[in-house]
């Protein structure tokens, strides 16, 4: 009796063994080479509100047009976690859409400078260069003393969205200032409703209106500074200001205190069901809620109001974007720059606005935007130029700190001139840190291309730089 | 002889009621959650979002929740290989810890304290420690990614404990079953296999069902060495459900896919709950 | 003699894959740990740079971190008493035959089964400003005016209070109860009959006897309390206020969020030793208490 039970467990124990060592292979995605002859070709890619069908496009557009390559494409939300060993590893994909540490990477050496792709003729463009048919921030985004390693390709601006059958029956405008803003807010108080909703939980959301009353405030030349976080700046009068406005809405319950307890879906739901009427977010809104939006729905976009008084420009437009880039222990590192140069043609552009209902950052992809997208558009047209946040990223310890903050502004558990201090300090500290903690990351400036611009602009207002 | 008191007095009573009244208040708190749980996991979506009160009943059993966990969050395969896993390593470690728990319990020699110290310092490591250097090991053994590294590490992880446990159970087994069987001819191997492990099976029961526990609900190692969607477990699908974007507005699956995933769990509990008690108090509860 | 020779093979074969096992994935990761952490590294690259003590010397400067030594004190600390005293509470009130006693039991224990990433999950929901139950049983019993967000920063640490309790409360009425058990009921039947009340039952016989069990349920919180990292991420959305930090938040942040390898190794090296040493402590301490052992 006893034995059996014994060869029972000892079988079940062998039978289990070889089902686990079956399967010990490892992740089933073809690595590059060459396979039936064919250059195999492998693009990772990002599986999130874009979802994968589109680069799937894409990819079967360049197999058609370059019979000799077979692209390998997959996507995962987490595409980023699966990609660190294999760059540890030194076998990287061919073309990388992920959200991985890129500066990190670039200071490693790991991505390709795409200088000289950039120079090759834009697909479906003739007498364009591929750098020619993009928007600045595309390649200036991800630049280091004068060579690019990234390209931004989807991106978003970001600005209050509303319902226009809600403004209509209420007889609300878009204001203009930000003292209009408040004025508004107060009326569509007094009718019951939340004037602005807010995606409480991540704190972050509120880094967009932010950076743009900096910019409102001070001028560029103050919102550079705080992205290379220059001594002083993270205190000074722009800033301390601009968060005494962000704040503003809280104190005045304008953002009602329950939103801090909400995560993005959950307020972007109150919104969506009206009980708000404003929300800053980016252009991903519509695509991330299609499931909930109603089809009477009036989708409406106001870019973040003007400050009277303030040194800069009341049109410039926050924007952020993603980015793809070759990384350079690739197998067929010009196969995969080659790839991109295809995904970025007009025609795919102008196909990814209208499906994604989201931004593409080529020239002239979104001329006939989607309903939704249309004043979006618009913002970003007549905007003198597009600015975009990076400081986070350069610097990720200070990132912290600074999403730290916000949350504490938001929670009115600081006060403006409290996160000004303490947001100079982690400047002070980071400074201090990139010596004796970092290798890399010279004082980088990729936007000395669009400073000079705006430099230039100021001699000629009437010259609309981007578009 | 006058009058006997017939019962004890009021206040005893009243005492009585209140210590009764006390346990059936704990008991709905902790079973208030489970049933909601149980409630949100047979409601429409929707319902979760527009019902401002808590208290409603569904309006009718959706079990398309379960349905939609199953298949479209790919619950089927998570789940086997949730079993597959905590299967195996409950396999492994019982086997391992089991020997050495004999070895220490009842052999006297040198070496057994400093050696006995030696796995319970592992109680102490913070899961955290290990993770970075265990992702780059496993990467190099080329088992990131694989049931059988997930296994190992979990097996690694759950030696300490066991161990513990076990020894004290086997230190409490009387030697003149030994020494009688030594006189019988019995082999060394023999005396563990054929009397000193059965007697050890409350011992053996009580540490499976804790060891059951941890690796079925185990998280973040699961996160960090698993990204092979095929290969997932049930806790990763779940944290997949709840943080993909499809299904964020889509509650009733995710929390029908919390029952699913402890369902298994209870009933493993349920079964074996009873050898707890007598395990618990030869193993852990010495020394 | 053979037998001795028999039994030294024995006790070789049955230590080593116990022991393999252990120091190959144990062990062996434990001391690289310390190694990574005496490097400055971003883990994407195989480039690691020496730097020597570098990253301690910052880890005893980091005032987050010694913040959330604080916090995770403070998870001991709260919940622990708390739910030491409730699992005692009811184990001396199940152990003496009470009608339904199995049933409480097993019930008490269900939280236990679950994992702590659903009961963190489950209990957001409870705590959701608009329809938790929490904020619900409130507004029914008319205090509708305290509803609030319970997950927003400053009141994260003390949310975290009851999903412990609650959790807990089921094992370690286990492991009392099983104590309890174990005396012997003629001790209770002549205190009874001496008259004694419930409470110096509970002083004189009770309490001496479950010692050992305070023994080890202290040092079981110890080390669940120091390692307190579910609740806190979950409810937090994974981006934790720098002040509701725990050791093994913050240094996951550092390493995964910051890119930092080396420093939060460093920072999990630090967390290990202050683990071990207050275990031990622990353990001394409660053992010293047991002149009460008859």
Redesign the interface.
Same mark, same amino acid.
């Given at each position: 009796m006893?034995a059996s039970v014994t060869y029972r467990i000892l079988g079940l124990?062998l039978g =289990?063994?070889g =089902?686990? /060592?079956l399967?010990?292979?490892?992740?089933?995605q073809n690595q590059s080479g060459t396979a039936n002859g064919k250059k195999l070709v492998e693009v990772s890619v990002f599986q999130?509100?874009y979802d994968i069908d589109f680069w799937e496009a894409c990819a079967r557009q360049y197999e058609e047009t370059h019979p000799e390559v077979k692209v390998n494409l997959w996507g995962?939300?987490?595409n980023a976690? $699966?990609l660190?060993?294999r760059?540890?590893?030194?076998n990287p994909p061919d073309l990388v859409y992920a959200s991985?540490?890129i500066w990190? /990477?670039i200071a490693?050496d790991?991505c390709l400078p795409l200088d000289e792709e950039l120079a090759k003729p834009a697909v479906g463009q003739p007498g364009k260069t591929w750098k020619e048919s993009l928007i600045p921030s595309a390649y200036t985004d991800f630049s280091q003393d004068g060579h690019t390693y990234a390209l931004t390709v989807p991106y978003a601006v970001f600005g209050f969205w509303y319902d226009h059958r809600l403004f209509r029956a209420h007889g609300w405008q878009p204001p203009e200032t930000w003292d209009d803003l408040l004025a508004l807010c107060e009326q569509i108080k007094q009718a019951g409703i939340d004037p602005i909703a807010f995606q409480?939980?991540?704190p972050?959301y509120i880094q967009s209106l932010f950076e743009t009353l900096v910019e409102r405030t001070g001028g560029i030349e103050a919102w550079l500074a705080t992205q290379n976080i220059e001594p002083g700046v993270w205190k000074s009068e722009p800033v301390v200001r601009a968060w005494e406005m962000v704040q503003e809405l809280r104190r005045r319950e304008y953002i009602p $205190?329950?939103y801090?307890? =909400? *995560?993005h879906?959950e307020s972007q739901?109150e919104w969506v069901q009206g009980k708000a009427a404003m929300i800053p977010c980016g252009t991903w809104l519509t695509t991330?809620m299609k *499931? *909930?939006l109603p089809k009477e729905f009036e989708v409406g976009f106001m870019p973040y109001p003007g400050v009277s008084g303030g040194k800069g420009d009341p049109t410039a437009i926050n924007a952020g974007g993603e980015y793809w880039f070759v990384p350079t222990k690739a197998r067929h590192p010009d196969i995969g720059a080659d790839i991109l140069r295809q995904v970025m043609s007009l025609d795919n552009a102008r196909r990814f606005v209208q499906d994604k209902k989201a931004l593409f950052a080529v020239r002239n992809c979104d001329d006939n935007p989607p309903a939704a997208l249309k004043e979006a558009v618009a913002a970003a047209h007549s905007a003198r130029f597009m600015f975009s946040s990076h400081v986070s990223q350069w610097y990720?310890?200070f990132? *912290?700190?600074y999403?730290?903050v916000c949350?504490?502004v938001m929670?009115l558990?600081m006060t403006p001139q409290e996160a000004g201090d303490y947001l100079e300090r982690a400047a002070a500290a980071q400074r201090r840190d990139r010596r004796?903690?970092?290798?890399e990351m010279p004082n980088p400036d990729p936007f000395a291309a669009a400073y000079a611009a705006v430099e230039a602009l100021k001699d000629d207002p009437v010259v609309i730089v981007g578009w | 002889m006058g009058p006997v008191k017939s019962g004890p007095p009021l206040s005893q009573h009243i005492k009585g009621f209140l210590l009764y009244l006390s346990l059936v208040v704990y008991l709905a708190v902790v079973v208030y959650p489970m049933v909601w749980l149980l409630l949100s996991s047979v409601r429409k979506s929707e319902e979760l979002f527009t019902s401002e009160s808590p208290w409603t009943l569904p309006k009718h059993l959706y079990l398309q929740n379960f349905g939609k966990a199953w298949r479209e969050g790919r619950f089927s395969g998570y789940f086997l290989n949730s079993v597959l896993v905590t299967a195996g390593s409950l396999i492994l470690v019982t086997a391992a810890a089991t020997m050495a728990a004999y070895v220490l319990g009842r052999f006297r020699f040198r070496l057994n304290r400093p050696i006995l110290f030696y796995f319970l310092a592992g109680m102490t490591f913070p899961a955290q420690l290990a993770l970075i250097p265990l992702f780059f090991l496993m990467l190099r053994l080329h088992l990131l990614n694989t049931y059988l590294g997930l296994i190992l590490i979990y097996t690694g992880a759950s030696l300490p404990f066991t161990i513990f446990v076990l020894t004290g159970f086997f230190s409490t087994l009387p030697s003149e079953l030994h020494d009688a069987a030594a006189i019988d001819g019995c082999s060394e191997f023999a005396v563990f296999w054929r009397i000193m492990l059965p007697l050890a099976r409350p011992g053996l029961i009580t540490v499976t069902i804790f060891n059951f526990l941890g690796i079925w609900n185990e998280y973040l190692y699961a996160l960090v060495f698993i990204t092979d969607e095929n290969l997932r477990t049930l806790p990763l699908g779940l944290a997949n459900l709840a943080i993909n974007k499809q299904y964020d507005t889509d509650l009733g699956a995710l929390f029908a896919g919390v029952v699913i995933v402890m369902v298994p769990a209870l009933i493993v509990y349920n079964l074996l709950q009873r050898y707890l008690t007598q395990g618990l108090q030869t193993g852990a509860l010495k020394g | 003699m053979l037998r001795a020779r028999q039994q030294r093979l024995l006790g070789f074969l049955f230590l080593l894959p116990a022991l393999v096992l252990y120091t190959l994935f144990v062990v062996y990761p434990a001391i690289q740990a310390f190694s990574i952490s005496l490097s400055l590294w971003s883990g994407y690259t195989p480039e690691k740079e020496f730097v020597g003590l570098e990253n301690y010397r910052l880890v005893l400067q980091d005032s987050v971190f010694w913040g959330a030594i604080k916090n995770n004190l403070v998870l001991i600390a709260i919940p622990g008493v708390l739910t030491l005293a409730l699992a005692l509470y009811f184990a001396s009130t199940l152990a003496h035959n009470i009608k339904g006693a199995q049933i409480f039991r097993v019930a008490y224990f269900f939280p236990n089964v679950m994992s702590v990433v659903v009961v963190a999950i489950m209990w957001s929901f409870i705590y959701h400003p608009k329809w938790g139950i929490f904020n619900g049983i409130l507004r029914l019993v008319g205090l509708g005016h305290f509803t609030r967000a319970w997950l927003a920063q400053d009141t994260l640490i003390p949310a975290i209070f009851a999903p412990s309790i609650w959790m807990g409360v089921g094992f370690y009425l286990v492991l009392y109860l099983a104590a309890i058990q174990q005396i012997p009921q003629e001790l209770f039947d002549a205190a009874k009959v001496d008259g004694a009340s419930g409470w110096r039952i509970f002083r004189h016989i009770t309490w001496p006897m479950v010692w050992p069990v305070n023994r080890i349920a202290a040092v079981f919180l110890v080390l669940g309390g120091l390692k307190a990292f579910d609740f806190i991420w979950v409810f937090s959305y994974g981006y934790p206020a720098l002040r509701n930090h725990t050791m093994a938040t913050w240094m996951y942040q550092k390493t995964i969020t910051e890119y930092d390898m080396g420093y939060g190794t460093a920072l999990s090296v630090v967390m290990f030793v202050l683990v071990f040493v207050a275990s031990i402590i622990t353990f001394r301490v409660a053992s010293q208490k047991r002149e009460w052992d008859q």
């Open positions: 006893r124990a =289990l063994a =089902l686990v /060592l399967p010990a292979c490892e992740g089933t999130g509100g995962d939300p987490r976690e $699966k660190r060993p760059f540890i590893a030194g991985l540490p990190i /990477l490693a790991q409480g939980r991540y972050g $205190k329950a801090m307890g =909400l *995560s879906m739901m991330e *499931s *909930s990720p310890t990132g *912290s700190a999403n730290e949350g504490s929670s558990d004796t903690r970092r290798h | - | -």
